[in-house]
């Protein structure tokens, strides 16, 4: 099942982690990305993990063991079969590496309007997103449409390219453009 594309389950909130136990027991493939974060509590600070896309799960099965997979207590339910609701093994591989590696990525809210851009020339290389705002990096909010959810990278603005595609009368209403002061980008 090596390159058999990924499957979202769409669980309870906060639930993650214990779906996880309940799939590894029925031997579902899974993958849960994590992210570390720094939380304050009243009394001391601590490193804890939290799941970068809160409330999905990746799990890959066959149409025979799909049941075990959805039947796990905390699976709200399997997002679909069509192409559009499955994730390529390539992506996932690359969050994976990327959180092993170090990368900050964090849960993003949402895609605002921006120019769409294509990672290259580091490890998030062919990966597309839409650029949010320019720092002395360039942040990119990569969206994973299967589970409508997003992620924030940050990279050098020389890492990126613009993604042209053919401009509609929509389109040209929120063309972005840079502006005159380094690190700014402006949507007009």
């Known amino acids: 099942m090596e390159q058999v594309p990924w499957h979202v ?3 309870l909130s906060n639930r993650e982690k214990r779906v996880v136990q309940h799939l590894a027991v029925r031997g579902v493939e899974h993958y849960l990305p994590l992210y570390r974060e720094r939380v304050k509590w009243s009394d001391r600070t601590v490193v804890t993990e939290r799941p970068l896309f809160p409330g999905y799960i ?8 799909r049941i075990a997979a959805i039947a796990a207590p905390g699976v709200v339910r399997s997002l679909g ?10 992506v996932l591989d690359k969050i994976r590496e990327g959180l ?3 990368y900050l990525l964090r849960p993003h809210p949402g895609v605002a309007v921006g120019t769409r851009v294509r990672v290259r020339g580091c490890f998030f290389e062919g990966v597309e997103g839409i650029v949010t705002e320019f720092r002395q990096q360039c942040k990119v909010i990569i969206a994973l449409s299967a589970v409508q959810q997003s992620f924030s990278l940050e990279v050098e603005l020389s890492d990126v ?3 042209k595609k053919s401009m509609t009368r929509a389109s040209l209403v929120t063309t972005a453009r840079f502006s005159s ?8």
Do not use: K
């Open 9 to 11: 389950l769409h669980v």
């Open 58 to 65: 990746f799990a890959r099965f066959t149409p025979h063991t």
């Open 81 to 90: 079969d069509q192409e559009g609701d499955l994730i390529c093994c390539d």
């Open 181 to 188: 002061r380094p690190h700014e980008f402006v949507t007009v």
């Open 100 to 102: 092993a590696n170090g």
């Open 161 to 163: 390219e613009v993604v």
